[in-house]
Nanobody, 125 residues
Framework: VQLQASGGGLVQAGGSLRLSCATS????????TVWFRQATGKEREFVAA????????FYADSVKGRFTISRDNAKSTLYLQMNSLQPEDTAVYYC???????????????????WGQGTLVTVSS
């Protein structure tokens, strides 16, 4: 499934953004869908995920309580609502989806091989 992230931009600390991730005509049904981010000079890190049947959500400790992941299967779109943004949230955000990840590897970047183009989020202090 091909993915395209959008919605990034420049925001002041404490502000909010909503990222979107659209597929190219494929449904998310049956796919575990995730957001990762990568700051300059750092490795790609897990942000949030929705399990393939929609029954579970997962968050990195650093974003728990501030970010919310959701998806609209009818629109084949994944979202990441980001509130109370901080400068350390500055990164390129990527979405991905896979049918094959096991529960214990949801937070592992190598579990996903289809990243698409990311969207840059810059939070100023």
């Amino acid at each position: 499934v091909q993915l395209q992230a959008s919605g990034g931009g420049l925001v002041q600390a404490g502000g909010s953004l909503r990222l979107s991730c659209a597929t190219s005509g494929r449904t998310f049904s049956g796919y575990t869908t995730v957001w990762f981010r990568q700051a300059t000079g750092k490795e790609r890190e897990f942000v949030a995920a929705i399990w393939r049947d929609g029954s579970k959500t997962f968050y990195a400790d650093s974003v728990k309580g501030r970010f919310t992941i959701s998806r609209d299967n009818a629109k084949s779109t994944l979202y990441l609502q980001m509130n109370s943004l901080q400068p350390e949230d500055t990164a390129v955000y990527y979405c991905s989806a896979t049918r094959s990840v096991i529960l214990s590897n949801v937070r592992v970047a190598s579990s996903y091989d289809n990243w698409g183009q990311g969207t840059l989020v810059t939070v100023s202090s």
